[in-house]
């Protein structure tokens, strides 16, 4: 357990630990399995279990050695050395950077001659000639992907993203319209939010305001005389926690959502100005 590489072996063998787990497990309530106890633990435990494993592997290592003879281990240092030498990625670097034989004069002139002039072979390090190669490769995908086949280029992307981003706004939008509320209400007065609006009219408000708004029970909402605020926000407000007690108004915020409390105060707000059939004497105040 003394040895650098068992340090370093933990280190892996936890960071792995950790990136898996955060891969693959979602916790909702944590933005990083991090943040998690249960996962910290998990992880400790782990790192005890390594570290047992290292020490053990340390001891046992310690008794074989003693246990060998002289020759065999020297036998053994050598094949350390021979594999060392062999290693699969030393020998990948001696392919990449090449070798220095061309230094060799009489090796690495070339046969020509110019005025006595003799020209030296240094050939570049394999590593440059195959970066060179990879950027031929990259030229040809390039050139076909983007010039040939006409390719989506960054505009194109652009474009895309923001037709995508769109759609996602709308969507969020959609269902956002719920967090209205008499403070940030506006005017609706597209088409098809006075059609719902309407609609919601129809069902809850008719019995006490008329059909065209006229008002029976409650007050007229087409002309601009108002009790309690003739403003889309103070509409909002009425309908939302309803009139002065007594009076018949109630809060509608328990059965209609914000958005429909909306929609159906800038329809009677559309009625403005209409004339019902049997209007009811104007109340409260005059607005413009
Ligand atoms: C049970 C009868 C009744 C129903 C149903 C009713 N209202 Fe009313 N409404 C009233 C009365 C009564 C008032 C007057 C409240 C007051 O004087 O404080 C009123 C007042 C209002 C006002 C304020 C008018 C002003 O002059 O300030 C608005 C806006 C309104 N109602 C909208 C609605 C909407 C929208 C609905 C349907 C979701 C609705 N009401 C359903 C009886 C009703």
Redesign the pocket.
């Known amino acids: 357990m003394r040895s650098f590489i068992s340090y370093v072996r933990i280190i892996i063998i936890l960071t792995i630990v950790y990136a898996l787990s955060e891969w693959l497990i979602d916790f909702p309530t944590y933005k990083s399995v991090l943040f998690n106890p249960y996962f910290l633990g998990f992880e400790f435990l782990i790192f005890i279990l390594l570290l047992a494993f290292e020490s053990t592997l340390g001891v046992l290592n310690r008794i074989a050695d003693q246990l060998i003879t002289e020759e065999k281990k020297l036998e053994i240092e050598a094949q350390k050395k021979r594999d060392k030498e062999n290693n699969w990625l030393k020998k990948i670097y001696r392919n990449l950077v090449g070798s220095n034989e061309a230094v060799d004069p009489s090796l690495g002139m070339e046969t020509h001659e110019y005025d006595g002039i003799k020209e030296f072979n240094n050939p570049l390090p394999p590593w440059w000639v195959y970066l060179f190669y990879i950027t031929i490769v990259f030229a040809i995908v390039y050139l076909g992907y983007y010039h040939v086949f006409n390719g989506a280029n960054q505009i194109d992307e652009y474009f895309a993203d923001k037709a995508q981003a769109d759609i996602e706004l709308e969507e969020y939008k959609k269902t956002a319209i719920d967090f209205v509320d008499a403070k940030t209400v506006i005017l609706l007065t597209d088409e098809n939010s006075l059609e719902q609006g309407k609609v ?2 129809n069902t ?6 008329g059909p065209d708004g006229g008002g029976s ?5 087409t002309d601009a ?6 403003d889309i926000q ?2 909002f407000k ?2 939302a926690t ?3 007690p007594g ?4 809060a ?1 915020n328990t059965s ?1 959502r914000p958005s429909e ?1 909306q929609r ?2 800038s ?2 707000l559309s009625l403005q100005g209409t004339s019902p059939e049997n209007p009811k004497a104007p ?2 105040t005059l607005t413009q």
């Open positions: 919601t009219y809850l408000c008719v019995v006490c305001h029970i409650g007050p007229n909402l005389y108002w009790i309690l605020g003739g103070s509409v009425t309908i309803g009139g002065r009076k018949g108004m109630i509608w209609l409390i159906v105060g329809y009677i109340e409260g």
